[in-house]
């Protein structure tokens, strides 16, 4: 895998802000930053489109017009740019497979709503063994790099059901990279067994979450050690795991949530809870995928 971070970029201001947001990430690991934009071309497109030169001058204006934005903003970023075609997710996903990183932006429809995922950004989630980052476009309005929260915590839900060594590394290398502290969450419900005796849940919650917090420690305690520098706490929470993380995440300066490869072409590739968090959460989502 090369040191580099692409962005993929459609025209959009959230695509812009995507790459504001990727500008920042490139500057801080010391890496080049990507700019790539996907032409697809169908043999019978349903509506009539531009010729390949308006369109091959029109990508290449997008692409120098935010090469130039983000030099101004990083004059010693090394910033390349680059047309591919096909199928914009298989075009993504193959340039994410040269990158530590590959970031695309994700429309929002309000607080209430939650966000757009997509057909390209999803597709292009589930199908990527690298991480990838949704960036969400504060208030519809393009977000210059310096916009983006600096002073929040970086949030990284962990199953301890699940290996999670590539989500605790991803975060603790990114908590360390921005100087912010992290919180390591893990959320669970009560078993249905407990229900029937309500007066018993608080007693059998707290010992459950202690004996959770327990595990949780002992399993962030070798990434804590190779990473003294980050502040790192657990937060175990009773709950809809989905719905506790996207409200742990409130003022996140990143989300950190992981993807199950899936080898089949079959069943859901994004699992429920990763799912909820791409849709709700208002911090830019990281998607860590593991075996």
Same mark, same amino acid.
């Given at each position: 895998m090369a040191n580099l971070v692409t962005v993929g970029l459609d025209g959009s201001r959230e695509s812009v802000t995507a790459a504001f947001w990727a500008a920042r990430e490139a500057s801080l690991r010391s890496v080049p930053l990507d700019l790539v934009h996907v032409e697809e071309w169908l043999d019978?497109? =349903?509506?009539?489109?531009?010729?390949?030169?308006?369109?091959?001058?029109?990508?290449?204006?997008?692409?120098?017009?935010?090469s130039e934005e983000?030099?101004?903003?990083? =004059?010693?970023?090394?910033?390349?740019?680059?047309?591919?075609? *096909?199928? =914009?997710?298989?075009?993504? $996903?193959?340039a994410a497979a040269?990158?530590?990183?590959?970031?695309? *932006?994700?429309r929002g429809l309000g607080t209430m709503a939650g966000f757009i995922l997509g057909s390209v950004a999803s597709d292009t989630v589930a199908g990527a063994v690298h991480p990838v980052v949704l960036v969400r476009s504060p208030h519809g309005t393009v977000a210059p790099a310096e916009g983006?929260?600096?002073?929040?915590? $970086?949030?990284?839900?962990?199953d301890l *059901?699940? =290996?999670?060594?590539g989500l605790l590394a991803f975060a603790f290398e990114e908590a360390s990279r921005h100087g912010c502290p992290l919180h390591v969450v893990h959320a669970w419900t009560a078993p249905p067994v407990l229900s029937y005796a309500p007066s018993l849940d608080p007693g059998v919650q707290v010992?459950?979450?202690?004996?959770?917090?327990t595990d949780l420690g002992a399993m962030m305690g070798p990434w804590s050690e190779k990473f003294p520098e980050v502040?790192?706490?657990?937060?175990?929470?009773? *709950?809809?795991?989905?719905?506790?993380?996207?409200?742990?995440?409130?003022?996140?300066?990143?989300?950190?949530?992981?993807?199950? $490869?899936r080898r089949s072409a079959f069943g859901a590739h994004m699992g429920s809870i990763t799912h909820a968090v791409l849709h709700h959460a208002a911090a830019p989502v990281a998607v860590v995928a593991h075996e």
């Amino acid at each position: 895998m090369a040191n580099l971070v692409t962005v993929g970029l459609d025209g959009s201001r959230e695509s812009v802000t995507a790459a504001f947001w990727a500008a920042r990430e490139a500057s801080l690991r010391s890496v080049p930053l990507d700019l790539v934009h996907v032409e697809e071309w169908l043999d019978r497109p =349903p509506l009539p489109v531009a010729s390949a030169e308006v369109q091959r001058r029109w990508t290449e204006g997008l692409l120098r017009e935010a090469s130039e934005e983000v030099q101004r903003l990083y =004059p010693d970023l090394e910033v390349t740019s680059r047309r591919m075609h *096909g199928i =914009p997710s298989t075009a993504l $996903i193959q340039a994410a497979a040269s990158s530590d990183l590959l970031v695309l *932006g994700s429309r929002g429809l309000g607080t209430m709503a939650g966000f757009i995922l997509g057909s390209v950004a999803s597709d292009t989630v589930a199908g990527a063994v690298h991480p990838v980052v949704l960036v969400r476009s504060p208030h519809g309005t393009v977000a210059p790099a310096e916009g983006f929260s600096t002073k929040g915590a $970086i949030v990284v839900g962990v199953d301890l *059901g699940r =290996p999670c060594d590539g989500l605790l590394a991803f975060a603790f290398e990114e908590a360390s990279r921005h100087g912010c502290p992290l919180h390591v969450v893990h959320a669970w419900t009560a078993p249905p067994v407990l229900s029937y005796a309500p007066s018993l849940d608080p007693g059998v919650q707290v010992e459950m979450s202690h004996a959770l917090a327990t595990d949780l420690g002992a399993m962030m305690g070798p990434w804590s050690e190779k990473f003294p520098e980050v502040k790192a706490d657990v937060q175990v929470r009773v *709950g809809q795991p989905a719905m506790q993380l996207v409200e742990a995440a409130q003022g996140a300066a990143l989300v950190v949530v992981g993807r199950r $490869i899936r080898r089949s072409a079959f069943g859901a590739h994004m699992g429920s809870i990763t799912h909820a968090v791409l849709h709700h959460a208002a911090a830019p989502v990281a998607v860590v995928a593991h075996e």
